[in-house]
């Protein structure tokens, strides 16, 4: 076997085993008995302005709107966890529209770039890009994460530690940290974890019931189309003939189920990105992805394959036994 079949063969027994651990009961075929389809997303970059003339874009105040009843409830006092002398609580920015946090799950970014001797506008909704193959949940230690059968890759609050080890292997740096919250504040607050991760679910509660995100279904120019994976990547590639665009989220991490078509090139947005995070207050904060163009999956290393290999039995053990837990109180997750 060689050592690309391997890497491929761990991949995806890894996927596998630790989506499995993950809290998805019922996943995997509709109440009829068909085949879920996976799902994509699809942005035109050509037909977003930002809701030019509002405060805060559609598709950001719709994502706020649907999903703030699976936003954090920290508690009152939040300790700091040994040997730690930080905690990443957001409660006193949860308006905050103009970055991802964990009140924030989507955004737009606005960057100018000189294409062909004139400037172009180019705006950019940013999420959760629900890899293909993510490393956020086969590296997660505790299970807390995996990818639907649906598409979405989602997070468990009530398994989350908050290790935030899913934002360092995210090429985007995509999950955002909310102390005092979850597991670890009934385990031991002053000890272990640092809260719950917090992203984009792709508002997986909708896409259970056949409906659409919201921040889809609230564009008022059409820019985000919602449907089968292998249709919204077919329709960006052809978009991206007829203006002579280009493409990203088709190979990047390995691929992922969320494909952009713009008319200037992505390693030029991606420039522009990190000009602008490196005049923010702390250019290293999380918060403010860039477009990274053909990065790679973290999996594909051998540090990443041998850190999931440690990982999944311990991961697929913890949440096999949360879910057995869950089963026997009759509980449900918000999460899914």
């Known amino acids: 076997m060689s050592l690309l079949s391997r890497r491929d063969f761990i991949k995806r027994t890894l996927a596998a085993g630790v989506a499995s651990g993950l809290v998805l009961t019922g996943l995997g075929k509709t109440a009829e008995g068909a085949a879920i389809t996976p799902r ?6 050509t037909k977003c302005d930002g809701c030019k003339g509002l405060k805060v874009p559609r598709c950001v105040s719709a994502c706020r709107e649907e999903n703030s009843f699976k936003f954090p409830k920290p508690a009152e006092h939040i300790e ?52 293909d193959n993510p490393p956020c949940a086969n590296l997660c230690p505790f299970g807390a994460q995996g990818k639907t059968p649906e598409g979405p890759v989602i997070i468990n609050p009530n398994l989350c530690l908050g290790g935030a080890k899913c934002r360092d292997v995210c090429p985007w740096g995509i999950p955002a940290r909310q102390a005092g919250v979850g597991l670890y504040m009934k385990l031991a607050p002053r000890y272990v974890g640092g809260g719950v991760m917090y992203k984009c679910d792709l508002c997986y509660h909708r896409v259970k019931e056949g409906k659409i995100p919201a ?37 990047e991490n390995g691929g992922t189920s969320t494909f952009y078509v713009s008319p200037v090139p992505f390693q030029k947005i991606h420039e522009q990105l990190m000009a602008q995070k490196n005049k923010q207050p702390n250019p290293t904060a999380p918060g403010f992805p860039g477009m990274p ?3 790679g ?40």
């Open 40 to 45: 994509g997303t699809f942005y035109d970059l």
């Open 80 to 131: 700091y966890y040994w040997p730690h002398k930080k905690k990443e609580d957001w409660r006193d920015k949860k308006d905050l529209t103009t970055r991802l946090t964990p009140y924030n799950w989507t955004f737009v970014q606005h960057v100018q770039v000189k294409q062909d001797g004139r400037a172009v506008d180019v705006f950019i909704p940013r999420r959760c890009m629900h890899c």
């Open 215 to 251: 921040c889809v279904e609230a564009c008022p120019r059409g820019a985000i189309a919602f449907g089968d994976k292998e249709e919204m990547r077919e329709q960006a590639w052809k978009r991206a003939r007829e203006i002579g665009g280009y493409i990203y989220g088709d190979k």
């Open 293 to 295: 163009v053909g990065v």
């Open 297 to 336: 999956n973290f999996l594909d290393s051998v540090n990443g394959i041998a850190g999931a290999l440690l990982v999944a039995p311990l991961a697929g053990a913890f949440a096999a036994g949360y879910a057995a837990y869950r089963t026997m109180k009759g509980g449900e997750d918000h999460g899914g």
